[in-house]
């Protein structure tokens, strides 16, 4: 935690506790003076755009930049192999507006966002109520717990490809011992996309369970013992204290996984593919139209309806930073 | 109420162990033994091994063959590793020296307009790779950047500079002024200062960050895919590009390939595990 008085933007100059015209005839600050006297570096100046200066200008060039490129692009009919390309108006967009292939992707993604992020929601809440008290080897569960998260999607996705098998895959192995059915995960139509949601959910619950024990642990203990003394009962302790107290934090989780999911490609296309009906998001939808149609001008029009979206999210979720903030749960 | 504790507790540390373990065992496996339909999970001597027996020949057959070149492939695992590691370190020590200087801009001096030009910082991290790939793409081309290491390096420095200067802010703004302030009234000046006395002070938060980028780098897929499809192909477009093998897949290689690939990523996530909540939120959530 870091001490409060650092979290306002004051003047570097100024000493604490003095008035300061007396804090600007210290000895110390006589010799601050000669130190900026003599690098010319005071309230930063040169200093501090030399010191944000390249990142910035790099994140213009390779995200702005590219940006205002695929607006343009969208425009015109350009292809990816062959030169020359000519404007052809707002022709793209009435056809991402009309297309049935770019609503179901809508439509399929949107559903895929909402049922990973409440399922693994879910889930990694009550692992970490779980684990919310101490017990011996809590640290070592705890941290296989979180490994799926840190892994490569595209690696484990290919991976999971070999547990899904419907005919040798150990899932349906381990299904069939159990006498339960053994769909074909990730040849039948109807399981592809079950098949993609379950790997989403094996790789990001322990996100939302690392989040919500976070959440868990910062409930003063002070507030459980008085609802001991009130004799509250088991449920009124989750619903009124456990629930709206971590509310806000499994908030942000929610926020941030589901800016996450909505660009679910990898998964996508390491189970299924970039083209497959039942499974097209739009990630692998804009990837297949641009690098396996070669419709740059087309696919371009599909990113910047996307990016709506994906601008809306982050704005949602800055704002959402600072009120987290201003109730000093975030930094 | 203990013993659904417990339960709940098993049940996910199954879940999340089992598929990694099921991951080592397919590695050393022949690949007859992988499309079993009887599962087979004990190593045991051949004898024992017969195709309705769960027991299986032990072969270090995929570990040795990833030195080798596969049928309808041009490089080897170990190869397309390299190329990870390379565009991996690389891109992580760009990352982290830019966003640490950056940070320590944001975090020390009065930028004008600093928080919209964090908050568009962040949203770099939101956009799809697939959003941006086609300019990116076209620029590559005409810099013939498509396919080499030093394209991937530039990007992934690029996509993880958001991750590196939003988690060393939270490290900076937690050194105390005094440090520096002190150090400038000794009579150095602010970029002594900086490097003298505040990078000291911030190389946990430098290592944390480092080890971030280095995963999210590594495991990229998106950019490496559509960018280096032909040079400098990284492990996770390698094993995609394997879907679709005509030979049925190699399962006891792909196995034995991203158990080599997520090893470090698993050491690293144990070292790191006090840091996990921050460096998976950007930083923003107290601890």
Same mark, same amino acid.
């Given at each position: 935690?870091?001490?409060?008085?650092?979290?306002?933007?004051?003047?570097?100059?100024?000493?604490?506790?003095?008035?300061?015209?007396?804090?600007?005839?210290?000895?110390?600050?006589?010799?601050?003076?000669?130190?900026?006297?003599?690098?010319?570096?005071?309230?930063?100046?040169?200093?501090?755009?030399?010191?944000?200066?390249?990142?910035?200008?790099?994140?213009?060039?390779?995200?702005?930049?590219?940006?205002?490129?695929?607006?343009?692009?969208?425009?015109?009919?350009?292809?990816?192999?062959?030169?020359?390309?000519?404007?052809?108006?707002?022709?793209?967009?009435?056809?991402?507006?009309?297309?049935?292939?770019?609503?179901?992707?809508?439509?399929?993604?949107?559903?895929?966002?909402?049922?990973?992020?409440?399922?693994?929601?879910?889930?990694?809440?009550?692992?970490?109520?779980?684990?919310?008290?101490?017990?011996?080897?809590?640290?070592?569960?705890?941290?296989?717990?979180?490994?799926?998260?840190?892994?490569?999607?595209?690696?484990?996705?290919?991976?999971?490809?070999?547990?899904?098998?419907?005919?040798?895959?150990?899932?349906?192995?381990?299904?069939?011992?159990?006498?339960?059915?053994?769909?074909?995960?990730?040849?039948?139509?109807?399981?592809?996309?079950?098949?993609?949601?379950?790997?989403?959910?094996?790789?990001?619950?322990?996100?939302?369970?690392?989040?919500?024990?976070?959440?868990?642990?910062?409930?003063?203990?002070?507030?459980?013992?008085?609802?001991?003394?009130?004799?509250?009962?088991?449920?009124?302790?989750?619903?009124?204290?456990?629930?709206?107290?971590?509310?806000?934090?499994?908030?942000?989780?929610?926020?941030?996984?589901?800016?996450?999911?909505?660009?679910?490609?990898?998964?996508?296309?390491?189970?299924?593919?970039?083209?497959?009906?039942?499974?097209?998001?739009?990630?692998?939808?804009?990837?297949?139209?641009?690098?396996?149609?070669?419709?740059?001008?087309?696919?371009?029009?599909?990113?910047?309806?996307?990016?709506?979206?994906?601008?809306?999210?982050?704005?949602?979720?800055?704002?959402?930073?600072?009120?987290?903030?201003?109730?000093?749960?975030?930094? | 109420?203990?013993? /659904?504790?417990?339960?709940?507790?098993? %049940?996910?540390?199954?879940? *999340?162990? +089992?598929? &990694? =373990?099921?991951?080592?065992?397919?590695?050393?496996?022949?690949?007859?033994?992988?499309?079993?339909?009887?599962?087979?999970?004990?190593?045991?001597?051949?004898?024992?091994?017969?195709?309705?027996?769960?027991?299986?020949?032990?072969?270090?057959?995929?570990?040795?063959?990833?030195?080798?070149?596969?049928?309808?492939?041009?490089?080897?695992?170990?190869?397309?590793?390299?190329?990870?590691?390379?565009?991996?370190?690389?891109?992580?020590?760009?990352?982290?020296?830019?966003?640490?200087?950056?940070?320590?801009?944001?975090?020390?001096?009065?930028?004008?307009?600093?928080?919209?030009?964090?908050?568009?910082?962040?949203?770099?991290?939101?956009?799809?790779?697939?959003?941006?790939?086609?300019?990116?793409? /076209?620029?590559?081309?005409?810099?013939? %950047?498509?396919?080499?290491? *030093?394209? +991937?390096? &530039? =990007?992934?420095?690029?996509?993880?500079?958001?991750?590196?200067?939003?988690?060393?802010?939270?490290?900076?703004?937690?050194?105390?002024?005094?440090?520096?302030?002190?150090?400038?009234?000794?009579?150095?000046?602010?970029?002594?200062?900086?490097?003298?006395?505040?990078?000291?002070?911030?190389?946990?938060?430098?290592?944390?960050?480092?080890?971030?980028?280095?995963?999210?780098?590594?495991?990229?897929?998106?950019?490496?895919?559509?960018?280096?499809?032909?040079?400098?192909?990284?492990?996770?477009?390698?094993?995609?590009?394997?879907?679709?093998?005509?030979?049925?897949?190699?399962?006891?290689?792909?196995?034995?390939?991203?158990?080599?690939?997520?090893?470090?990523?698993?050491?690293?996530?144990?070292?790191?595990?006090?840091?996990?909540?921050?460096?998976?939120?950007?930083?923003?959530?107290?601890?």
């Amino acid at each position: 935690m870091r001490p409060p008085a650092s979290r306002e933007r004051r003047p570097l100059l100024r000493a604490e506790g003095r008035s300061t015209v007396r804090a600007l005839f210290t000895p110390q600050l006589l010799g601050y003076h000669f130190a900026t006297m003599r690098t010319g570096h005071d309230r930063g100046g040169a200093l501090k755009w030399s010191l944000v200066g390249p990142t910035l200008l790099l994140l213009v060039a390779f995200n702005v930049f590219p940006l205002l490129w695929n607006v343009v692009l969208s425009f015109t009919n350009a292809e990816l192999v062959g030169e020359g390309s000519r404007f052809i108006g707002g022709a793209h967009y009435a056809r991402v507006f009309s297309d049935p292939q770019f609503a179901i992707a809508l439509r399929r993604t949107a559903a895929f966002v909402a049922l990973a992020v409440s399922i693994e929601l879910a889930i990694g809440f009550a692992l970490a109520l779980a684990l919310r008290r101490d017990f011996p080897g809590k640290p070592a569960i705890l941290t296989t717990l979180l490994v799926p998260m840190m892994l490569s999607p595209a690696v484990m996705g290919l991976y999971w490809s070999l547990v899904l098998n419907g005919n040798y895959g150990i899932l349906n192995q381990i299904l069939g011992a159990v006498g339960l059915p053994q769909p074909q995960w990730v040849t039948d139509r109807d399981w592809k996309l079950v098949s993609i949601l379950l790997v989403d959910v094996w790789m990001w619950t322990p996100f939302m369970m690392l989040i919500a024990l976070a959440g868990l642990s910062a409930i003063p203990a002070s507030i459980y013992e008085a609802a001991e003394i009130d004799r509250a009962s088991r449920w009124t302790v989750f619903t009124r204290i456990t629930l709206p107290m971590c509310a806000p934090l499994l908030g942000l989780a929610v926020l941030l996984r589901a800016t996450d999911a909505l660009k679910q490609f990898d998964l996508v296309m390491a189970i299924t593919g970039p083209n497959d009906g039942a499974t097209q998001t739009l990630s692998t939808l804009l990837y297949q139209v641009v690098f396996r149609d070669g419709k740059v001008g087309l696919g371009s029009a599909y990113a910047c309806t996307v990016l709506v979206v994906v601008v809306a999210l982050a704005t949602v979720f800055t704002r959402y930073v600072d009120r987290l903030r201003e109730r000093g749960l975030a930094r | 109420m203990k013993a /659904l504790r417990a339960f709940v507790i098993a %049940l996910g540390f199954l879940a *999340a162990a +089992l598929p &990694l =373990l099921w991951m080592g065992i397919t590695s050393i496996k022949h690949r007859d033994a992988t499309i079993s339909q009887h599962p087979k999970w004990i190593p045991a001597p051949a004898a024992l091994d017969s195709s309705s027996s769960p027991f299986f020949t032990v072969t270090t057959e995929a570990l040795g063959g990833l030195s080798k070149v596969h049928a309808g492939a041009q490089h080897t695992f170990l190869e397309h590793l390299r190329n990870s590691a390379i565009i991996g370190v690389l891109s992580t020590i760009a990352s982290v020296l830019l966003g640490t200087c950056c940070a320590y801009g944001f975090s020390r001096f009065a930028i004008r307009g600093s928080k919209d030009w964090l908050f568009f910082i962040l949203s770099t991290r939101f956009m799809p790779p697939l959003a941006v790939v086609v300019p990116v793409l /076209l620029m590559y081309r005409r810099f013939d %950047l498509q396919g080499t290491h *030093a394209g +991937l390096v &530039l =990007l992934y420095t690029v996509f993880n500079l958001s991750l590196a200067v939003w988690l060393m802010k939270g490290f900076l703004d937690e050194i105390p002024r005094a440090y520096e302030e002190a150090a400038l009234v000794d009579g150095w000046s602010r970029a002594q200062a900086f490097v003298r006395v505040v990078l000291p002070e911030a190389r946990t938060g430098m290592a944390v960050t480092a080890v971030f980028c280095l995963i999210s780098a590594w495991n990229e897929y998106g950019f490496a895919m559509t960018l280096n499809s032909s040079g400098a192909v990284t492990v996770p477009a390698y094993f995609a590009g394997l879907q679709g093998n005509i030979e049925g897949m190699p399962w006891p290689q792909v196995a034995a390939g991203a158990l080599v690939f997520v090893a470090p990523i698993v050491v690293f996530t144990v070292r790191m595990r006090g840091h996990l909540l921050r460096g998976m939120t950007f930083g923003t959530i107290k601890q």
